[in-house]
């Protein structure tokens, strides 16, 4: 018969079986559990955090995610209220991919801690309370192909470091307290489809003629008091689907254009200074949106495409343009 003793004993080892089968399930790297509950901290455990219990497998915790080997590459937090700034102890999770506080009301600058993150691809800082300068230091993360820091307060000047990213396509700097011109270096990108943001800033001076050798997809300046010729945005063998470059002091013959790409849809040209006559070129390609109202442009609409289909409010308040939608050429 097996005494009480005997029992415990038995009782002991089946706990420490299921101890080690438990310890020994666990995919989370620990120096990563490690970084993870710091960074819960710093961030007065938070209740979107509340999934970070200490004995479970962080592979397994909310917002984030563990690749093949285990370790932690992702890190998505999203509509928060943190009111806090990000903390230094991201940058102790040396494998991170993709890093997001997106609209978790993030405040302060943003931490130089990132660029221990020497794997970050994708960083969303969008929507926040962010301040400072956007960080020329972000250039050291050579792997970022996605920058979003739309939706804050930073301010200062545009850094050129963030264009000489090797494998950057997409930049999004738009609704923030910006000012200076745009960094010639800018241009020359080999990517494809690369998209810029940059509306709803401060930003001065002449779009640099190098971004012309860019192939960009989607480029937005609007709203802020850049000047100048935008005849070298547009061209034949170019990329362009949507520009909008409304709400700026531009200033070109937009006659002298003579050619567009077939992929362009969406034109925005309001609010500007620009002269001349509508090409002709715009008539054969298929736009689905274009504004060209409040400028100085003057003569007949060109008749094709979809050019007679927009509402009249697309072309008013010009010096002297006619024809369908507007009224008959005199």
């Known amino acids: 018969m097996a005494t009480p003793t005997s029992h415990l004993a038995i009782l002991t080892l089946l706990f420490l079986s299921l101890s080690s089968l438990s310890h020994a399930a666990e995919r989370c790297n620990p120096n990563d559990k ?61 494998y991170l991919e ?22 970050l691809n994708f960083l969303d800082l969008r929507k926040n309370l962010l301040t400072g300068p956007v960080p ?14 739309s939706f804050n307060s930073l301010s200062g000047s545009i850094p050129a470091s963030l264009f000489q990213l090797p494998e950057l396509t997409g930049l999004l ?10 960094p010639a270096s ?6 494809q489809d690369f998209y810029l943001y940059l509306s709803h800033n401060q930003l001065s001076g002449p779009i640099p003629a190098t971004l012309g050798y860019t192939n960009f997809s989607l480029f937005d300046v609007s709203r802020n008091k850049l000047e100048g010729d935008i005849s070298f945005m547009f061209g034949k063998n170019k990329s362009l689907n949507t520009a909008d470059f409304s709400r700026n002091l531009f ?34 390609i298929e736009l689905i949106s274009m504004n060209v109202s409040y400028n100085r442009l003057c003569g007949k609409i060109p008749v094709g495409g979809r050019l007679q289909e927009l509402d009249y409010t697309a072309y008013f308040h010009n010096r002297c343009l006619c024809g369908k939608p507007l009224p008959k050429c005199k």
Do not use: M
């Open 34 to 94: 490690k970084a993870l509950l710091q960074i819960k901290k710093d961030l007065n455990n938070p209740y979107d955090l509340a999934s970070w219990i200490p004995n479970t497998d962080c592979c397994d915790w909310y917002v984030v995610g563990c690749d093949k080997t285990n370790r932690i590459t992702k890190f998505a937090l999203s509509a928060a209220d943190l009111k806090l700034p990000i903390p230094a102890s991201i940058g102790d999770l040396p």
């Open 98 to 119: 993709d890093l997001a506080f997106h609209n978790a009301n993030v405040t302060g600058e943003i931490p130089k801690a990132i660029t221990k993150l020497s794997n």
């Open 136 to 149: 020329s230091f972000l250039g050291q993360l050579k792997k970022l192909t996605y920058i979003g820091l």
């Open 173 to 182: 700097i738009d609704r923030n307290n910006l000012t200076g011109g745009i």
């Open 186 to 191: 800018f241009g020359y990108k080999k990517q």
């Open 251 to 284: 200033q070109f013959n937009f006659s002298k254009v003579d050619q567009f790409s077939e992929n362009l849809q969406n034109l925005d040209l309001n609010h500007n200074k620009i002269f001349g006559s509508l090409p002709v070129a715009l008539a054969k």
